[in-house]
């Protein structure tokens, strides 16, 4: 396992703990926020590939489906 993966590993755990915390105290922008976490560190450790890689990423998936 590469430093990429266990980067991405430590990125879904921390936006699930995230996700649930903003559950727990009805706050939605946390909610969001979690679950924004826990795919970039999904996208991470399933292509092994870099934090600044991944956020490039999903900046580019979200422009193109901006509506």
Known sequence: ????????????FTGEVKNQWGKLIGRQLE???GKLVEVSGNIQH???ITR?????QIKH???RNED
């Open 31 to 33: 909610m969001i926020d």
């Open 1 to 12: 396992m590469n430093r990429d993966n266990i980067q991405g590993s430590w990125k879904q």
């Open 46 to 48: 399933g292509y092994g």
């Open 61 to 63: 998936f979200k422009e």
């Open 52 to 56: 600044d890689a991944t956020e490039q």
